[in-house]
């Protein structure tokens, strides 16, 4: 694939996670939304750096290249709008549905992440990553972030009952 593709490729991707943005800002409130967003996108940037310096992953063709070795637009607004789908599409859940809808969500990303991978200049993986790691550690990331917010979520409405 030539560059011009995969920058307009980034370019799309980025200007069609701000477009769903406001429809799931309306959805879910301010608070929730924000409480998700920055959540998961502190913890996405302190991941990625962590796997980036230890040259796991690399990513020759992203926004924002001379300012950061990560891939910004993943880590800051791609990741987190899914995490925000995912908590979303999940809060009314229980815990084998919220496993399996977020099952569901990684996958696609991962498919997507490993068709990247193969045929793109988007992404790098060194010979100790694979989609499995991928896939396990935004598995478990995802589900971890689903506790803490819902967690959160019942302490709120708890709070506001009594």
Same mark, same amino acid.
């Given at each position: 694939?030539?560059?011009? &593709? ?22 879910? +409130? ?6 998700? &967003? ?6 996405? +940037? ?47 859940? +229980? ?6 809808? /977020? ?46 917010? +819902?967690?959160?979520?019942?302490? /709120?409405?708890?709070?506001?009952? /009594?």
């Amino acid at each position: 694939m030539s560059k011009a &593709f995969e920058k307009g490729f980034l370019k799309f991707l980025f200007f069609f996670t701000l477009l769903l943005c406001p429809f799931l800002l309306k959805r879910m +409130g301010m608070k929730n939304f924000l409480l998700t &967003f920055l959540l998961n996108g502190f913890t996405n +940037g302190i991941i990625d750096r962590f796997v980036v310096n230890r040259k796991l992953i690399k990513y020759p063709v992203r926004l924002l290249k001379r300012d950061f070795k990560i891939h910004v637009l993943f880590d800051f607004l791609l990741y987190p709008v899914t995490s925000i789908l995912i908590n979303e599409t999940t809060k009314k859940d +229980g815990v084998i549905m919220t496993v399996c809808k /977020t099952l569901c969500f990684i996958s696609v990303i991962v498919l997507v992440e490993t068709w990247a991978e193969k045929y793109t200049k988007l992404i790098r993986w060194s010979r100790k990553w694979t989609w499995y790691y991928s896939f396990l550690s935004m598995a478990v990331k995802s589900l971890l972030n689903r506790i803490i917010i +819902g967690s959160l979520r019942k302490t /709120t409405t708890t709070k506001k009952i /009594t």
